[in-house]
């Protein structure tokens, strides 16, 4: 799963290198993920077990009425 993480100011792009059990294609926008002691490579992080954890939380962009949405299903393999 390729991520694009922000605190509010910076931009960081992750990979969940080994599986996140809380995060899935499901996982709200705005889910805080506390980060520490993360491996980089290439300017991107490698979220671990170890290095990442799900904090709840969610933040209701541009959605009416206030809800977060679930990301949308990822699109099929290009042949």
Known sequence: LRLLLS????????????????LSTLTPIGTKLVVANVTVRRGILLLTPA??????????????????TPLPAPLPPAR
């Open 7 to 22: 605190d509010g100011g910076q931009r960081v792009v992750a990979l969940e290198y080994s599986r996140l059990r809380d």
């Open 51 to 68: 290095c990442a954890t799900l904090a709840g939380g969610s933040a209701a962009v541009g959605v009416p009425g206030g809800a977060a």
